[in-house]
């Protein structure tokens, strides 16, 4: 009986044993997740699987390939619609294999070719991290892909060609900083995606690594050691600025999907993990032989064109202004091995940036022809040494398919959104308190408005920089300036360009000093 009392009294406190213990094993590991999170950062994971208005990670993103559209997964840990049913092993087999949870095949717009080096350490803290999420409901949607490439068992051929699995090994003969670098950009960054080009079958060329590409309407640059077309010729820092802010100063600005992955992923990067990545992209090797591209003659009237246009503010010789505009000479866009990032921000017009001041559109005032024009004479003037391969057909092409403000045709009422968060909170706050106010903008009073909502915004709107305020008023703006029926699209696209440059230099201090010199 003293035997069987012992056991009775000792097995409650057993049990409470490994209750405790296994409720310690399910507690959530704070910095695995912490780590994780930031991991996911740097591969950019939200980017893909969010679709506009949705919930993070929650998929639904549709993205165009040249075979259709493949939509992403939801992988927030939903049991039914995420990957809450997702072991550790299942899902690095995912990452690293390029395999679903139930042995499917999953299309290279995936980007596991990159993801298959990263540790399995750092692929776990990931699982951690989407682990810890909100799960939420939403079910795959499908995909849009053409015959045969909707049968996903013909991608055993593809993987037979071009892809094995493998981990990321350290170069013996590389400092640990660029190796860590080479991690970064190889690995969970998979900047190989879209600054490698592709062959017909959609899979990179191991070649042309990080030589520059055309996606989506975009050229992703030549990012290697490249002295002429890449940043071989950068500093250090210029390339750890452009990282981390979007702006390189005296060289380029970040544009399309290059500023969207500087916004949500690159700029919330520790510095040191930037200087790594600037540390080996700065030893990539140059292509050995660099085609020079077609050439198209450039027109005489093609400096006419520039000095009319362009040269007010970027200079005579493309030198530009220090810290408010660009120079064209020695620009990594301007030198790109392709031109549509050019045309693209001739016709476009550019978003004020933590440097530089809004670029106004020309669409609504050059032609197709004016603007290849111009890109080909600023891309063979002052140093530059580009292709001059832009055309009037190309201009066209990428005037159709690309977001324009106000210069889509007579009656256009083209407004795209703002790019961030900050940029969005504050047009939605001009639309509700300065609603009036901006109805009432004109010509003869835009100073006086502005100087009225600018101080208001920032008195009410904090931690924003002078390029939110200026991108996110100039966006509510713009639907304003759209309903104006009495005036033409250029008209119309001259006073958003004015609203914008006047918000600009209301927002940095320089309207008030202009003022107070007279």
């Known amino acids: 009986m003293t035997a069987l009392a012992s056991l009775r009294t000792a097995l409650p406190a057993a049990l409470l044993f490994f209750s405790t213990a296994g409720a310690s094993l399910a507690a959530p590991d704070h910095a695995l ?35 259709g559209s493949v939509t992403t997964p939801n992988i927030t840990p939903d049991k039914r619609t995420g990957i809450g049913e997702w072991t550790e092993d299942e899902f690095y087999r995912a990452l690293h294999e390029g ?36 799960p939420v409901r939403a079910p795959r949607q499908p995909d849009h892909l053409a015959f045969p490439f909707n049968i996903r068992d013909t991608l055993s051929v593809w993987r037979g060609l071009f892809f094995a699995p493998g981990v990321f090994e350290p170069d013996p003969a ?27 079958m959609g899979a990179t060329i191991p070649g042309d690594a990080l030589q520059g590409a055309a996606v989506q309407g975009w050229f992703a ?21 452009y990282l981390a802010s979007g702006v390189a100063p005296m060289r380029s600005i970040a544009e399309g999907p290059m ?22 992209l700065k030893q990539t090797p140059p292509r050995a032989e660099v085609s020079g591209g077609s050439v198209v003659p450039v027109p005489a009237g093609a400096a006419g064109v520039y000095v009319s246009n ?16 660009p120079p064209l000479s020695q620009n990594g866009t301007v030198n790109a091995e392709q031109p549509q990032d050019i045309i693209k921000a001739v016709l476009a017009g550019l978003p004020a940036t933590q440097q530089y001041g809004p670029m106004p559109s020309f669409a609504a005032y050059l032609s197709d022809g004016d603007i290849a024009a111009v890109a080909n ?56 308190d300065f609603g009036e106010l901006l109805r009432t903008t004109q010509s003869a009073n835009i100073v006086l408005r502005i100087q009225e909502i600018v101080p208001k915004i920032k008195a009410k709107a904090h931690h924003v920089s002078e390029a939110d305020i200026v991108n996110g ?23 958003l360009d004015v609203f914008a440059q006047v918000t600009y230099a209301e927002a940095s201090g320089m309207l008030g000093r202009r003022y107070s010199r007279r």
């Open 310 to 325: 362009c040269a007010s503010c970027h200079g005579l010789n493309g030198e530009g202004v220090k810290d408010r505009i």
């Open 473 to 495: 008023l100039t966006a509510a703006f713009c639907p304003v300036v759209a309903e104006r029926e009495t005036m033409s699209v250029a008209q119309k696209r001259n006073l």
């Open 99 to 134: 395999i679903g949870k139930h042995g499917e095949y999953l299309y290279p717009v995936f980007p596991f070719t990159s993801f298959t080096k990263v540790k399995r350490d750092d692929v776990n803290a990931i699982r951690a991290y989407l682990m810890s999420l909100k």
């Open 259 to 280: 500023a969207t992955v500087v916004h949500d992923s690159l700029s919330k990067l520790k510095v040191d993990d930037l200087r790594a990545i600037a540390a080996y």
């Open 377 to 432: 004479y600023v891309r063979s003037r002052w140093g530059n040494n580009a292709p001059t391969d832009a055309d009037g057909f190309l201009v066209r092409e990428i005037r159709q398919s690309t977001p324009i403000m106000l210069a889509g045709g007579e009656g256009s009422t083209q407004c795209p959104p703002p790019v961030n968060e900050k940029e969005r909170a504050i047009m939605e706050r001009a639309k509700t």
């Open 33 to 67: 997740i912490e780590r994780g999170k930031y991991l996911a950062t740097i591969g950019d994971c939200a980017a893909c699987h969010t679709k506009q208005g949705g919930e993070p990670f929650a998929g639904g993103l549709q993205i165009p390939t040249p075979f």
């Open 174 to 200: 590389k400092t640990e900083q660029v190796n860590w670098g080479a991690y970064l950009v190889e690995g969970l960054g998979h900047c190989g995606q879209c600054h490698t080009s592709r062959n017909l």
């Open 221 to 241: 640059p030549n990012i290697t050691a490249d002295m002429t077309r890449g940043i071989g010729s950068w500093s250090e820092q210029q390339l750890v600025s």
